[in-house]
């Protein structure tokens, strides 16, 4: 479709959890902001708001408390008290208490319907937002001084000064825009399930090591657990196609004992894991952020996490900076912008593509000798409360600059906070 564009500083391409969050949080700034998803948020097929459970971490919830979205999250919020981490069939294990490090939790566990019902309520409130929902971004073109975007036909163009890649791990806009991604496959599928037990949740998350990949169960707030099984394809298809009685059988047999039987089981839904890792997340007029610049293997619960955190020092670079508001126009597209943001997230977005990374391929790593250096790893891991103490503060990142909003303070126009 043609017609003059609407003209806007940011459009967001990507309504899931990372990209409506940033709409959120530039609510605060005068800038003129369009927020583009293609799925109608209340859709049963939301991809970034369907059954999964995530589990976010301090420096999340610090976030979110800044927008004063947390409120609404808190009562559908599992707090993780204690961690439990073991290699299955080896005595390898350690045990985290949130206590112990003089934290209430380690982390908050929530549904995604629950995270995306509160945004898309704040988002339907947002009164200075261009909100195409459903509208699917169909082309990108990218000029020196803005980039022009189609949403589905019948619809104005929008002209931005800046396009932000919320759009997840295929990322089209990213394409368009010519940033290479590198993509490995880890031969692993994640199977998710809600699961009933005798014993109702009590604030502990299990992690276990298995050969075929990493095995979560995850407490809720409704006394149920989130199950994230990782299994090998064919394995994951096996699991899939059982009744329900055969797979709480399965799961019985794979996590023992801990939480009593296992007596019910809702909907299973499976995710195919990449390591996706785009080789820059700054382009001509485009940022990449959350999935869009980093797919991570769920292994260690960082993905969004990280990724918001993308969103809030993206947000605190457009609205906060001196740079910002010393550009008489602006531009908030310019190089030192965009620059600015890539300089900033590059240690923690690093740091966790390593860590989860590793993690995946130490567990996965079965060479004779690997497993016991990896228990002679955990126990001493077990004892250590330094290792712990840094384990604990990954909520908040893996080092580099920590986003304003993550330390809990509001974004306001024309404050300066760069490190
Ligand atoms: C099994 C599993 C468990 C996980 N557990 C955790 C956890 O415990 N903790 C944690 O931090 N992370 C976890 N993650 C990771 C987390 O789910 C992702 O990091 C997060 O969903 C990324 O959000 P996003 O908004 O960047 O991308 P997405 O969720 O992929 O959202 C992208 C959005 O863009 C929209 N879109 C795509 N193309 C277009 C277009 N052309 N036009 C308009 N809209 C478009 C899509 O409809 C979608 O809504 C887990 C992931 C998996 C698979």
Known sequence: MSGEPLRVDVAIVGGGLVGASLAIALQVSNLRVALVESVAPDAAAQPSFDDRTTALGNGTRKIFEALDLWRELAPTAAPIKHIHVSDAGRYGFARLAADEHDLDAFGYVLTNRSIGAVLRRRLGASTNLELRMPA?????????DHARLETDPGARPLAAKLVVAADGAQSQVRLAAGLPAEVEDYAQVAVVAHVAAARPADGTAYERFTPQGPFAVLPLADGHYGVVWTLAPEAASRVLAMSDADYLQALQAEFGWRVGRFLRVGQRSSYPL??????DVVGRRVVLIGNAAQGLHPVAGQGFNLGLRDAATLAEVLVSTSIATALGDRDVGAPQLLEEFRARRSEDRAGMLRFTDGLVKLFGDRRPGIPLARDLGLLL????????????RLSYGFGGSVPRLARGAALTAGQSDSP
């Open 136 to 144: 699917r971004c169909t082309r990108v073109e990218i000029f020196d």
């Open 381 to 392: 891991f077990d004892l250590s409360p330094t290792a712990k103490q840094a384990m604990s």
């Open 274 to 279: 990449k390591l996706t890792r785009a080789q």
